[in-house]
C-alpha cells in the first residue's frame, strides 16, 4: 500500500485492526509519518504475521 493510501485511510484501517485484533492498542496503532515499518513491526509483534503477510492484510481491508 502506498504512502499517501496510508495516509489518507488510516483512520478507517485502524478502526478495523482493532476490531480483528483487541489486544492492540492506540499506542500500538499510533501511526507517524515515516514510521509505517515500525507500525507494522508492532502489528507483526501482536499477531504472530510475517510483514508480508499484514501487508496482504491491509491491503484486503
Known amino acids: 500500500?502506498?504512502?499517501l493510501t496510508w495516509e489518507g485511510r488510516w483512520n478507517?484501517?485502524?478502526?478495523?485492526?482493532?476490531?480483528s485484533y483487541a489486544d492492540l492498542?492506540?499506542?500500538d496503532l499510533l501511526?507517524?509519518?515515516g514510521?509505517?515499518?515500525?507500525?507494522l513491526g508492532r502489528i507483526q509483534?501482536?499477531?504472530?504475521?510475517?510483514k508480508e503477510e499484514v501487508e496482504n492484510w491491509?491491503?484486503?481491508l
Open 1 to 3: 500500500m502506498s504512502k
Open 45 to 50: 509483534k501482536k499477531t504472530g504475521k510475517t
Open 12 to 19: 478507517e484501517l485502524k478502526g478495523k485492526v482493532k476490531q
Open 25 to 27: 492498542t492506540d499506542d
Open 35 to 39: 514510521k509505517a515499518d515500525e507500525l
Open 58 to 60: 491491509f491491503n484486503s
Open 31 to 33: 501511526y507517524e509519518e
